[in-house]
């Protein structure tokens, strides 16, 4: 639940942090929060946002210890909710061939419309473009994961990732300045599902050898496969 609010031992759970980092972060104003009678409160939606704007930046045992908090605190095992399983037949298109940002939304909403996920085609493109607005979802190197701010429980049939490969890549405002080739359409049903596919990617995508292997691909086939190589070995 987005809305839901929670306390500095939640928080730290959550985000699988020691209490007193919490609290410091929230005193320096570091993460979204508020002081209420003389401690803090954060609200979910606020954390979530935060954690997708942070990625770029947090290593991978930190995206590893927050899969594990969100997990925990909607009780469900981490390792059992995989991500390559989420991209349906016929949800891969390389090469992509959109040129612009606009563009490769357009390319990814409609791969998503074929593999008769969405409902309404024009809406799910315009949460993803209102998203976009907010800040780049653009991550380096080369990597982007485009997705509605918040889920979808009535738009789509049920949470998916669609995945395109632009070999040349286009501008899409990562923060280097650099291009980028790999996009991941996320978009799902529920609050834990759309964290933890963003932290699982995440940590699949931090290591630029791994992303390099992914831009070699030369077709569906082998990247679907190096796709759930990669995952299989980041829950060993």
Known sequence: MPHEV?????????????QREVRKLASRVQ????????????????????????MP?????RLAGIEKGVS???GFDHESLLVTPLIPPGGIAVPLHGRTKEGVLRDLVDLADACGMVY????L???????????STAIAPGVALPHPRHPLPYD???????????PGGIPFGAEDGGLTNLFFLICCKDDRTHLHVLTRLGRMLHDGAHVEALLACGNVED???????MEAAAIR
Do not use: T
């Not at 009678?37 to 954690?51: A, I, M, N, Y």
């Not at 930046?57 to 045992?61: I, N, P, Q, V, Y």
């Not at 493109?125 to 800040?135: G, H, I, N, T, Y």
């Open 6 to 18: 929670m306390n500095v031992q939640q928080v730290a759970a959550y985000l699988h942090l020691d």
């Open 31 to 54: 993460i979204p929060c508020r002081k209420v009678g003389g401690d803090f409160q954060f609200r979910k939606g606020d954390l979530d946002h935060w954690v997708e704007q942070q």
């Open 57 to 61: 930046s947090l290593g991978r045992e």
């Open 72 to 74: 925990a605190h909607h």
């Open 120 to 123: 309404v085609r024009q809406d």
């Open 125 to 135: 493109l315009e949460e993803v473009r209102k998203r976009e607005e907010l800040c």
């Open 156 to 166: 789509i049939a049920a949470s998916f990732a669609v995945v395109g490969l632009a």
């Open 223 to 229: 990247l679907r496969a190096r796709l759930e190589e």
